[in-house]
């Protein structure tokens, strides 16, 4: 899938955010959406396998990162609160960038932060 447009980044990023608030049976619910999101740009929807690409990525980022402390990417906590710094945030683009080869590095680093966010600082 090319991704050459700032609007396509975003795109991109819809899907993942459309994915990662799915609940279990949510799947085809959440395909509808992005099927029609892409409708009303004019373009053709990314395949079921992309989407399939990206609840992997979605799984195993959040796997991780509820590690918490046992994560080879968590470095504790730097304030009082939580916050996107008590992880190596570039480490876990770049090593989450190879295993998913088909994101670009800037989409991924938008995953690796929402992911951040919804799965430790919220």
Not at 3 to 14: A, D, G, V
Not at 21 to 34: H, M, N, P, T, V
């Amino acid at each position: 899938m090319n991704r050459s447009s700032e609007e396509t980044e975003s795109s991109e990023f819809f899907c993942f955010r459309t994915v990662s608030f799915e609940l279990d049976g949510e799947a085809q619910k959440s395909d509808r959406k992005i099927k029609q999101y892409y409708k009303r740009l004019g373009r053709e929807a990314p395949s079921s396998q992309h989407i399939t690409s990206m609840r992997r990525l979605r799984d195993a980022l959040s796997k991780e990162i509820r590690l918490f402390e046992k994560s080879k990417y968590y470095r504790g906590p730097m304030l009082q609160v939580a916050s996107f710094d008590d992880f190596v945030i570039a480490e876990m683009i770049d090593d989450f960038s190879k295993s998913f080869p088909e994101f670009s590095q800037r989409d991924m680093g938008d995953f690796v932060r929402f992911s951040i966010y919804g799965n430790y600082i919220r």
